[in-house]
């Protein structure tokens, strides 16, 4: 699930009416603030993106080349499950997922 952005008069309290009486699959977000609207969230963590511009940064003020610096995917995320939806939905994500994982709700 990406973003609201594309919603007019987006209304949360309803997506999350929708969302709780109608979720039958999986259902995935990258974004730590969509997880109430889905089952797994896997959200990137912001300042692990900020420590790689800096080292690039440190890389090429120290004479490196940016077409020799690899882009890397993110290594880190915040982990997040919606056990309500999940349960709806017949979903069980394995223990070291949901131990893991903070829980959230609709």
Same mark, same amino acid.
């Given at each position: ?56 940064? *440190? ?6 080349? +940016? @077409? /020799? $610096?690899?882009?890397? #995917? ?11 939806? *999940? ?6 994500? +394995? @223990? /070291? $997922?949901?131990?893991? #994982? ?5």
């Amino acid at each position: 699930i990406g973003n609201n952005a594309g919603i007019t008069n987006w209304d949360s309290e309803r997506a999350k009416a929708v969302v709780s009486g109608n979720s039958r699959r999986f259902s995935v977000t990258y974004l730590d603030w969509m997880t109430t609207y889905s089952m797994l969230g896997m959200a990137k963590i912001a300042g692990e993106q900020g420590e790689w511009a800096a080292k690039t940064a *440190l890389l090429i003020l120290n004479g490196a080349k +940016p @077409r /020799d $610096i690899p882009v890397v #995917a993110n290594r880190r995320w915040l982990l997040y499950v919606n056990p309500p939806l *999940l349960r709806k939905a017949g979903f069980e994500l +394995p @223990r /070291d $997922i949901t131990r893991r #994982a903070k829980q959230v709700a609709p």
